[in-house]
Every structure is written in C-alpha cells, then in structure tokens.
C-alpha cells in the first residue's frame, strides 16, 4: 500500500523502547511507533488509519494496549 511505512518486527529492537502513538492536533492524523527511553527519540513505524491499522501493530510486535503512550 502506498504510504505505508513498516519495518519487520526481526529487524527492530524495542527493548528499552516505549511503544507510543503521535497524533496530531490539526489534522487528527496517526502515527505509530516508538520512543527510546534513554535518547527521547522517536522512531515511526507506520501510519495508523483505521483500528485494524492499529490491531495489526500491537499484533506485528507484542505490545498491549494498555501499554501505549500518547503523546500530541
């Protein structure tokens, strides 16, 4: 699909990362990813359409949503 950013949950390592979802105050747009705990960086994963957008990125890397942040 276009505009579709993923990257294989193989090559990520989310140890010491904090799963988080950025949403934007304007356009209300979504986007799905990671925070590095130690540098506050913010590594995109994809981009987060619909709920099953969102089921298949807790699903594609193990997080619970109970344990996504998210951040405006």
């Not at 990362?17 to 747009?29: A, L, M, N, Q, Y």
Request: hydrophobic share 35%; aromatic share 12%; with cysteine.
């Amino acid at each position: 699909m276009l505009f579709r950013r993923k990257k294989s949950p193989s090559t990520f390592d989310t140890t010491g990362k904090t799963p988080v979802i950025r949403t934007s105050i304007c356009t209300g747009e979504q986007t799905a990813g990671f925070r590095d705990a130690a540098s506050g960086k913010f590594f995109e994963i994809m981009l987060i359409r619909t709920d099953a957008d969102l089921r298949e990125f807790l699903a594609t890397y193990g997080v619970a949503e109970a344990d996504l942040r998210r951040e405006y």
